[in-house]
């Protein structure tokens, strides 16, 4: 892939350069030249128009020449472009995947411009689509960008406020929004040399949040001392650039959460994760068009697909007996010495009766199987 970031580099630098000199920038220079020429020293006309010919023919030339070089480079990049992709990406996609779920599908779209604050596009594609975007939903994403917006701003307010009112909700999630915006005010009014009320700011805020966040609170008091040289000090990680972004994040992240929906647009979620396992889908439709054979498990792929750790939702445990992945019909199950395998494997062992006492895996301890527990991951 950089070998083809490198070409395209080289392929805009070299448009931009002609856009820099404009051709028809330089045949109107040519030109007026010429009229200079012609109007200082009318008797030169003759020559003066021959001249002017050779210098168009020559700047046209030179034009041509360049377009020719960037159209021959654009051809070269998209054979090479086709060349390293030939994969079929129709081969790893399942034309059946939406049959009879179209409802659902456009309703994510729907509510994937409404999550993005594209609301004026999510109600009409809802109207098309002959959907009814709740009301409820609408207005609380729209006071979600009106806080973002104004913490774009450096305004804590509105986020301030309604964390306040959220309290109890963020507590129960073990948020720590509520207090690191209260902390992000204290370091703008130390910022604005606004010592007095910082430390009455700090007094009036931090009271509550004294137990959970000592040592912070602690550290924000000291870093007064350095406020004049705080980059160059042990508290210079107060000030980070990427602060302000992380409480967006944090507070976008909270605010889904006590709405019941997850950070991220289902639909963005989706898309990535069908895009991180695309090559491994073909790779694996291409070898079994080879062999001419089909994958006939359910809700299960012969390949692992790795990705990123946030678009990670499910219980990914495998047996150690059976090396099965665990399933909703077939979950983990912990025994008495804290070991875990699948439920079907702690059938075979106790041999389908509950009173029949086996010896775990791996260990020399005996359980019985009424005796495990679920384990929900």
């Keep these: 892939m950089e070998s083809f970031i490198k070409d395209y580099d080289k392929i805009i630098k070299k448009q931009r350069t002609l856009e820099t000199n404009d051709p028809l920038d330089r045949l109107i220079a040519v030109v007026n030249e010429a009229k200079e020429k012609i109007r200082e020293d009318p008797s030169s006309v003759t020559s003066s128009l021959a001249t002017l010919g050779k210098s168009i023919k020559t700047v046209s030339n030179g034009i041509s020449e ?12 998209s054979k090479a472009i086709d060349k390293k992709f030939t994969a079929d990406m ?19 779209i729907a509510m994937h411009f409404i999550r993005q604050g594209n609301f004026e596009i999510g109600d009409t594609f809802a109207k098309e689509a002959g959907l009814t975007v709740p009301d409820s939903m609408r207005h609380q994403f729209m006071e979600m960008f009106d806080i973002v917006a104004a913490l774009k701003e450096d305004n804590l307010e509105p986020a301030l406020q309604w964390a306040t009112r959220h309290r109890s909700g963020l507590e129960k999630r073990s948020s720590t929004l509520e207090f690191k915006l209260h902390r ?4 703008q009014l130390l910022k604005n040399h606004q010592v007095q009320e910082a430390i009455a700011y700090a007094r009036k805020n931090f009271a509550y949040f004294g137990n959970r966040h000592t040592q912070e609170i602690f550290r924000l008091m000291c870093s007064i001392i350095y406020m004049n040289h705080i980059k160059t000090s042990p508290y210079a990680d107060l000030i980070a650039p990427n602060t302000n972004a992380d409480i967006q994040h944090m507070f976008t992240r909270d605010f889904c959460s006590l709405i019941g929906l997850s950070c991220d647009s289902p639909l963005y979620v989706s898309v990535t994760v069908g895009t991180q396992a695309m090559p491994t889908m073909i790779k694996m439709a291409s070898i079994m068009k080879a062999k001419k054979t089909e994958w006939s498990q359910q809700q299960e792929l012969p390949v692992e697909i790795n990705l990123t750790d946030e678009t990670k939702f499910h219980s990914i445990f495998a047996c150690p007996v059976s090396k099965e992945q665990a399933t909703e019909e077939n979950p983990p199950m912990m025994m008495e010495c804290g070991h875990v395998i699948c439920k079907e494997s702690l059938h075979k062992l106790c041999r389908g009766s509950s009173n029949v006492r086996f010896k775990c895996p791996y260990c020399p301890q005996e359980s019985m199987s009424f005796h495990a527990k679920n384990v929900y991951f």
Excluded: G
């Design 66 to 77: 360049e377009q020719k070089e960037i159209q021959s480079s654009l051809s070269k990049y």
């Design 90 to 108: 129709m081969a790893a996609i399942n034309p059946l995947a939406f049959d009879k779920k179209e409802n659902i599908l456009r309703s994510t």
């Design 184 to 187: 992000q005010r204290y370091l």
